[in-house]
């Protein structure tokens, strides 16, 4: 899935976006308030790292932007120590969690993976899709003998997209805003590139194309 990091930190955030990066998620940094409404403006985030003292504000506002917004995205608070009272504040303020830094990366990721499946495509625990068993939050699929289908982190930020959306179609510069956190040169067939790689492991009908519109997954 696709993360907002917001923390002004230099060294705690390269340390926080290697190691959920590592946990095939994408992440996108942004280092004050101005950058992160301006991310939340342009891009579909399925959760949110935020750091409450920024340089050009609070990060509480943020965060009531988000509610006010009425946008259905987690959000983990992350506050110092001492600061008891912008925990606090943070959860009043409509935050999912929060961790006290310094944190465990590890305990970070537990708390990413418990958050986010309260929403999205991670709130079922299991999708069936062309016969195979997809278990979003854990990125595990199953085939119908039991057999385990590995996909790399971009393969999977293509299908959960896909997934997030699973009545609707999915346009090409949806499925392109998942891959860009990853760094990836996105050229003018990415997207096809990434279909036709699910195509082959998980089967050609795993994945519709609609013409002229973009992509949907199989019934």
């Not at 709130?123 to 085939?143: C, D, K, N, W």
């Amino acid at each position: 899935m696709r993360i907002l990091l917001v923390e002004d930190d230099a060294t705690l955030a390269d340390a926080v976006r290697t190691h959920v990066t590592r946990h095939n998620h994408a992440v996108d940094l942004a280092e004050d308030k101005e950058s992160a409404l301006a991310c939340l403006a342009g891009v579909d985030y399925a959760l949110v790292l935020l750091d409450l003292r920024l340089p050009d504000g609070s990060g509480l506002d943020i965060l009531k932007h988000i509610r006010l917004k009425k946008q259905m995205i987690p959000v983990i608070v992350l506050t110092a120590h001492d600061q008891i009272s912008d925990r606090i504040a943070g959860l009043n303020a409509g935050a999912d969690d929060y961790l006290v830094k310094p944190f465990d990366l590890d305990e970070l990721e537990a708390r990413i993976h418990a958050v986010s499946r309260r929403y999205g495509a991670s709130q079922t625990p299991m999708v069936e899709l062309a016969g195979f068993e997809v278990y979003p939050s854990e990125h595990r699929i199953e085939g119908k003998t039991g057999e385990r289908i590995s996909l790399s982190a971009r393969e999977w930020a293509v299908l959960e997209c896909l997934l997030a959306r699973r009545n609707s179609i999915v346009s090409k510069s949806q499925i392109e805003e998942a891959l860009y956190a990853f760094g990836a040169e996105i050229e003018s067939n990415t997207v096809e590139v990434y279909v036709s790689r699910l195509r082959r492991k998980l089967g050609k009908e795993i994945v519709e194309t609609v013409r002229g519109i973009g992509y949907r997954v199989a019934e």
